[in-house]
């Protein structure tokens, strides 16, 4: 029980020391020009958060060093992508994107590397989940006058049919009362093509309806499809051929200077995929990092 008492107090006073960390953060960024500033010039990331009310940027010290000339076998997508990027940085006209396809083939990879390509031509990433897109009006309004360009990315979005979130998500992309900010583009990856699931009963709504059913079954389908609509470009990204899958292994593997027979390196690269049922890039890192820990106990 004293054990258990004492647990207690420690998580207490850490809860409170937190929110004193939390309140000194803001002042002091407000001494440096505006609530966010200092905070918002720290850093080339951020994860959205709100803690004890209170939304905050945290800035993202160790970012992912992926390269787009790390990404093999979605030449025409990441090409696509870099072109509307460079639009945006120069303030042309750029979609917002949509980067949908199957599990493990560089989606959010893709989105990375764009920040590590062009952030010495200001452009900043802040990391959204899918109950923070309630707060999109207020992270538009804290980063309007930024002379950085913000990517919001939502990472691995998806929305059941009953949620909220997608009509706000909907609004600021296109149809609410904001003017559209220059300096903000939304890139989003999902597994899901429509961002919803679409049901066998959706699919046949026009043809059968019980008594059960609302009188227009399709207006349910297309509000539910309305939101992928609003996303100019929609990427498609899918699983890689063999050769491709054997690049990228060989390509990590030299990266990191591992020395290894290449017939044997190309058998065990192969026999891997058996057992995780896909070629993709994500799987092939997997590979490569299990033989150079193996090669390490060695």
């Known amino acids: 029980m004293a054990r258990e008492k004492a647990t207690d107090q420690l998580t207490q006073v850490l809860t409170r020391l937190d929110r004193v960390l939390d309140i000194a953060e803001r002042v002091l960024a407000a001494q440096h020009g505006g609530p966010d500033d200092a905070v918002l010039d720290s850093a080339a990331a951020f994860i959205w958060q709100r803690r004890n009310g209170m939304g905050l940027f945290r800035p993202v010290r160790h970012i992912d060093p992926i390269r787009l000339a790390d990404l093999k076998g979605i030449n025409w997508a990441i090409t696509t992508l870099v072109r509307n990027t460079r639009q945006f940085l120069n303030g042309a006209p750029a979609n917002h994107a949509l980067l949908w396809g199957e599990r493990g083939t560089g989606k959010s990879s893709a989105v990375k590397a764009l920040l590590n390509e062009f952030y010495p031509d200001g452009l900043r990433l802040v990391q959204l989940h899918r109950h923070d897109l309630l707060d999109l009006p207020e992270i538009m309004e804290r980063l309007w006058d930024r002379q950085e360009k913000y990517i919001l990315f939502c990472d691995d979005l998806a929305f059941e049919a009953d949620d909220a979130e997608y009509k706000e998500l909907k609004a600021l992309l296109e149809g609410g009362l ?13 597994n899901r093509r429509h961002l919803m699931p679409t049901r066998m009963s959706d699919s046949i709504a026009h ?5 059960n059913d609302e009188a227009h079954p399709g207006d349910t389908l297309e509000e539910q499809l309305s939101l992928v609509d609003r996303f100019g470009l929609r990427l498609g990204f899918y699983h890689i051929d063999q050769e491709t899958y054997l690049e990228i292994v060989q390509n990590m593997v030299s990266a990191r200077g591992i020395s290894y027979d290449p017939d044997k390196l190309e058998h065990e690269a192969l026999r891997w995929t058996l057992s995780h049922s896909s070629r993709s890039g994500r799987s092939a890192r997997q590979f490569v990092d299990d033989l150079e820990g193996r090669l390490s106990l060695k």
């Open 207 to 211: 043809a059968m309806a019980s008594e």
């Open 178 to 190: 904001h003017e559209r900010p220059k300096n903000m583009l939304i890139y989003a990856t999902s």
